[in-house]
């Protein structure tokens, strides 16, 4: 015989080390899983009339506990899952009030066999005249719950189990070892929101790993480095609150408060002693886009709690840059592992799979996807955050967001263009945070420049290095060369010993190393768009071949049907259905494919990529036969200006010309095309002398204007941004380079 003593089970008898070890391994593999609740409890009326109905509505109907708390679920479907988990199943309840408690038991292997009708499994329903403690007590349950709840305020009330629910589940299904009950707390704290639970607590226990049992505590950090908070109301407005502690306040340079930008709101010396900013803006402006805002409003309102986590601690060549705190990395990264990932929560309960770590739902905003599209570094704006890197909560209610209605097994919400709407929304509230980091980080970038101009010796270290490149080639041309009279001595490469000399030649290059830091984001986004220039020169020949080809075919299929059917039968066609009609159609689609070919073809001529010195006047004459049909066929015209005499010429590149003029004009196509511009479709460029010797240019279209998308003017030359949706589900189509190409190029030569 064993018993159990001391949490582990102990035999009686006289049996052997190795014989009571086996039977005692034995004994742990038998298990009841217990679920407890300090709850409202349930009578028997109430458990025969809604708990063991299927399908009930009663959720529906009375959607507030007598506790006050909204309850979940409404199908009447989910004590089921209690078979998934054993095969018996006996559960106890108590009321407010009374002196005996409801038992309710089944064999779910009564349910198992052919031709079995669920009308013919009974379960038992009882009362008994007993107290839940008494039961606890009976079990050897009362030594195990705890006696008091969390911390709160400071406070840990006493719990009381004189109401409340017990289910005792047994001859479980599964084998539940020790990783099994750590997997259970893991996957419990995300049930949770941190810190917004309010008084719910959840408590795990197992005997065989008593340390990892207790209260599930899924706070985050408190060393996080940005936390957004984000009131979506429900007439439109939201009010966003950014805390920012990823800077070290004491040491931001004075210069920092100083520059031009830092003198908007929002951005003060206070601001940033405070730690945090409050703003509020309406709905419309913040999803910047032309679609109607009713969907969005629709949504109802919810509350957004976004952490955001560095992962690594900055570099002291960093430290000089920006000012930022040091954390502990290994905490961070624990805790992100089960916590991490934006999650939803319906009336303080998780609607999953989303945020699900480990999952494919785990980035359901699709945040991986933005920052691989744009990957410009945190001091450069139009970063986009990585999904790794944040965790986030969404509280939504059963009653004031009734378009997200979750599905009947808790996986998923229902309503997808309903859902679509809510993923936008929640995207532009976290480009909110993600404008506000990387305008902070980009000024003080500035802040530092302003305060660490390049030394006057850091040139002369240049010069240095130079010449001693240049000496040393002499050098070893002179090794290789045939003997010659010593006339002179060999030119040797300059002796850098002095220790001034050497602090200048480091200066210049730890200045190079800076700017090749700079320009790495750069290269990164050229080699992918020189690949697909190098596909498309690759099909140059195939292209040619099927421009030759569609622009003769219709004619050809015109002259073949005639030759095969009589004027008499094709007389007798009605004109809508009449072969040679829809030809014509076709022809017409075959003329827009063969300009687009053409016009491909020009982009990635050889003689486009030869500096030279270009006329203005001749290439904008080359625009107008590029663009001209395309622009005719959409009713656009196009009329260019070179002041005469002029000598308005530019030694460039042809395809930098390209990138500045054709990201102007096709960014002018697609907002002169949109139906609500009835007036007459303009677009103008004119070229004149400016002031410094060089040429002014001033380009014009009578479109609606600048997008809401860019509240502020300069933010159409951001890396990534554009205002370009698809229409159905409002996602970005636009590749947000045409302007910021183009600010490169006019600043790369010289211009501005």
């Given amino acids: 015989m064993f018993e159990f003593v001391g949490g582990k089970w102990t035999a009686k008898d006289d049996w052997t080390a190795t014989q009571e070890s086996a039977i005692a391994n034995l004994h742990t593999r038998v298990l009841d899983l217990w679920i407890v609740d300090n709850g409202i409890g349930m009578s028997v009326r109430t458990i025969e009339d809604h708990w063991m109905v299927i399908g009930t509505d009663t959720k529906d109907l009375n959607d507030t506990s007598k506790g006050g708390r909204v309850v979940t679920g409404a199908k009447g479907i989910g004590r089921f899952a209690l078979d998934r988990l054993g095969q018996q199943c006996e559960m106890y309840s108590a009321e407010a009030g009374t002196d005996e408690i409801s038992h309710w038991l089944v064999d779910w292997s009564a349910f198992e ?47 009381d189990y004189s109401t409340g629910t017990a289910i005792r589940i047994g001859l479980l299904n599964d084998l539940w070892d020790e990783k099994d009950s750590i997997r259970l707390k893991e996957t419990l704290e995300a049930l949770l929101p941190p810190h917004d639970r309010g008084d719910f607590d959840i408590f795990v226990h197992d005997h065989r790993v008593p340390l990892e049992s207790g209260f599930i505590d899924n706070f985050p950090p408190d060393q996080f480095d940005y936390r957004m908070l984000a009131d979506v109301t429900a007439d439109g407005q939201v009010k966003i609150t950014l805390q920012r502690q990823e800077i070290d306040f004491d040491r931001i340079s004075p210069t920092f408060f100083d520059l031009p930008a830092m003198q908007k709101p929002r951005y003060s010396r206070a601001d940033f002693k405070a730690g945090e900013i409050t703003y509020s803006k309406p709905l419309a402006e913040l999803i910047r886009n032309k679609e109607d805002p009713r969907q969005f409003l629709d949504i109802g309102p919810f509350f957004f709690t976004l952490y955001f986590f560095k992962l690594t601690n900055a570099t002291a060549d960093n430290l000089e840059r920006f000012p930022q705190k040091n954390f502990d990395v290994a905490a961070r990264k624990r805790w992100l592992a089960n916590s991490g990932g934006i999650r939803l929560y319906r009336d303080n309960f998780r609607v999953r799979p989303y945020g699900e770590p480990r999952s494919s739902a785990y980035d359901w905003l699709s945040m991986g996807a933005r920052s691989t599209a744009n990957p410009a570094g945190a001091s450069r704006p139009g970063w986009r955050v990585s999904p790794t890197q944040v965790a986030g909560t969404i509280h939504l209610t059963k009653r004031d967001n009734p378009s997200l209605a979750d599905q009947s097994n808790r996986e998923g919400i229902i309503n997808e263009r309903a859902f679509s709407a809510f993923r936008q929304l929640v995207i532009a509230l976290i480009q909110e945070f993600e404008h506000d980091r990387a305008y902070v980080l980009q000024h003080f970038l500035q802040a530092y420049k302003v305060d660490n101009p390049e030394p006057a010796d850091v040139e002369e270290g240049r010069a240095i290095a130079e010449k001693a490149l240049e000496a040393e080639k002499s050098s070893a041309a002179g090794d290789t060369a045939k003997p010659q009279p010593e006339l002179a001595p060999e030119p040797s490469a300059p002796e850098v010993t002095s220790r001034d000399d050497v602090l200048k030649v480091s200066r210049a290059y730890g200045s190079e190393k800076k700017k090749n830091e700079a320009l790495r984001d750069d290269i990164q986004v050229m080699r992918g768009m020189a690949t697909l220039g190098t596909v498309l020169v690759s099909f140059t020949h195939e292209l040619r071949q099927v421009r030759a080809n569609i622009e003769t075919r219709s004619q050809r299929l015109s002259d073949a049907i005639r030759d095969v059917v009589s004027d008499e039968k094709l007389a007798a066609v009605d004109e809508m259905n009449s072969p040679f009609r829809i030809l014509e159609r076709l022809r017409l689609q075959d003329q827009k494919v063969s300009r687009w070919v053409n016009f491909a073809l020009a982009a990635v001529s050889p003689v486009k990529r030869r500096r030279r010195r270009i006329d203005l006047g001749e290439y904008l004459e080359g625009m107008n036969t590029y663009w001209g049909d395309l622009l005719t066929s959409r009713s656009i015209k196009l009329e260019t200006y070179v002041e005469s005499g002029a000598e308005l010429k530019v030694l460039a590149h042809e395809i930098d010309l390209d990138s500045v003029f054709y990201n102007l004009v096709n960014n002018s196509i697609e907002a002169l095309v949109r139906p609500s511009i009835q007036t007459s479709r303009e677009i103008s460029i004119k070229v004149v002398p400016s002031e410094d010797g060089g040429a002014e240019i001033q380009y014009k279209d009578n479109g609606p204007g600048l997008s809401a998308e860019f509240p502020t003017r300069e933010d159409i030359f951001l890396f990534g941004v554009t205002s370009k949706k698809e229409e159905a589900a409002g996602e970005a189509v636009g590749t947000g380079l045409g302007m910021w190409l183009l600010k490169n190029v006019v600043h790369e030569y010289g211009g501005k």
């Fill in 113 to 159: 066999g052919t031709g079995k009708v669920i009308g013919e499994v009974e379960a038992v329903l009882e009362t008994e005249c007993r107290q839940l403690v008494s039961l606890y007590r009976d079990y050897g349950l009362e030594d195990i719950l705890p006696k008091n709840a969390p911390e709160r305020e400071g406070v840990s009330r006493p719990i």
